[in-house]
């Protein structure tokens, strides 16, 4: 079983809104996820994505792949939690 960190799209037309899920790897895109690790709402000025870090970090150690585009938001919400932390 293969494992990618990936965007699962559940916004209307015109107005995404985007699960970052792991899934298998040959599931659908918007099919059934392993688990939910957050969202991303790209229109949204305020607080456009929310990601548990610890979860990916789990995922990530069991040998889950992020996406180009997932990598960059796990990368974005790290950096953000990082002086939090």
């Known amino acids: 079983m293969s494992l990618k960190i990936r965007l699962s ?3 209307a037309t ?3 809104i985007y699960h970052v899920v792991v899934a298998e790897t040959r599931s659908r895109r918007d ?3 392993v688990e939910i690790l957050g969202t991303y709402t790209p229109q949204s000025k305020t607080a456009p994505l929310s990601l548990d870090v ?3 970090d789990y995922w ?3 040998g889950a792949k ?8 796990v990368k ?3 950096k953000a939690a990082a002086p939090a932390a």
């Open 14 to 16: 015109h107005k995404p």
């Open 76 to 78: 974005k919400a790290k």
């Open 60 to 62: 990530l150690s069991k």
């Open 9 to 11: 799209r559940i916004g």
């Open 54 to 56: 610890a979860r990916v």
């Open 66 to 73: 992020p996406t180009d585009t997932a990598h960059s938001l």
């Open 31 to 33: 099919g059934r996820a």
